[in-house]
């Protein structure tokens, strides 16, 4: 097990580390991407603020709430109310543009290389950034997808025309009472399909994912391979960073990098296979490329 308090932060010069950072991409086998939260604040996906107020000024007056996560424990006294915040709020976090390229840089910087992500994040960025569908594992959802709220059921739905119906028919904070979304099997309410307790929908998609993350690590166990950690911070470590600093410890040919605003670290065990930036990603993206 490593260290509980000794981590190593890397003095070595900025630039420095995004050309060893890139030199060892360029020499890797393989690239196993594991992305948090952090790399779509760096990509523009703030939930406060300017965006906040741009979106969500109606909510802000009449409920008192300044950012949109805590508009999404607000308890609406209504699923019409209810559903005006979240298809408001899925609309624009997840079928809008992307804010910054930053996704899109990502994949250039691994193009031609044998590639997979693992990501914490719900907002299906990198699919929409261009990369391959059949290289991603989902592990907690996605906010494109509805499920029951019961569940009865196994199944997932697409929900982007229903929401963007809801989004454009939306009135004072309210959607129409036909557009709440109900099951199709037992008419209960519907709920988007983020993991958040244990009645998270893993459908047949999400299981073929993860067989294609297992098959990915079995191909490339004991390679060259780059465990690249982007935004990850420790509200669930279990999912990408504890497992990387762990394969690194067992695979003396990998190395574990951190590109990381402000929490950029490894374990002291892994010191000298790892390179941690504590920088902007998407800045990071830039400089990278420009080696």
């Not at 990509?43 to 109606?58: I, N, P, Q, V």
């Not at 989902?138 to 809801?166: A, R, W």
Request: hydrophobic fraction near 35%; proline fraction near 4%; charge should be neutral.
């Amino acid at each position: 097990m490593f260290s509980k308090t000794q981590t190593y932060t890397s003095t070595m010069p900025y630039s420095e580390k995004i050309k060893m950072l890139k030199a060892a991409i360029d020499g890797a086998d393989a690239v196993l991407i594991g992305a948090g939260a952090g790399l779509s604040t760096a990509a523009g996906y703030t939930y406060s603020g300017e965006r906040f107020e741009k979106h969500f000024s109606d909510f802000r007056q009449k409920y008192g709430f300044d950012n949109m996560y805590y508009g999404g424990f607000y308890p609406y006294k209504s699923e019409e109310k209810f559903w005006a915040f979240w298809s408001r709020y899925i609309y624009i976090n997840r079928y809008c543009e992307i804010p910054k390229n930053t996704y899109s840089k990502l994949l250039e910087l691994v193009k031609g290389k044998e590639y997979f992500v693992l990501t914490t994040n719900v907002d299906h960025c990198f699919q929409r950034a261009g990369f391959d569908k059949n290289r991603l594992f989902y592990t907690q959802g996605d906010y494109g997808l509805f499920q029951c709220s019961v569940p009865c059921h196994k199944n997932t739905y697409d929900n982007e025309e229903i929401v963007k119906k809801m989004y454009t028919e939306q009135k004072n904070m309210k959607i129409p009472s036909e557009l709440v979304p109900k099951c199709p099997v037992c008419g209960e309410p519907m709920t988007m399909n983020l993991r958040s307790d244990d009645k998270f929908v893993e459908d047949d998609g999400w299981y073929a994912a993860s067989s294609r993350y297992t098959d990915f690590l079995t191909n490339y166990k004991n390679t060259n391979i780059v465990f690249l950690e982007l935004g990850v911070g420790y509200n669930t470590p279990v999912i990408i960073k504890y497992p990387f600093w762990n394969m690194t410890d067992k695979n003396k040919k990998a190395t574990y990098a951190c590109i990381n605003f402000g929490e950029a670290s490894a374990p002291v065990e892994i010191e000298k296979r790892s390179i941690c930036i504590d920088s902007d990603i998407d800045k990071a993206m830039d400089d990278l490329l420009k080696v």
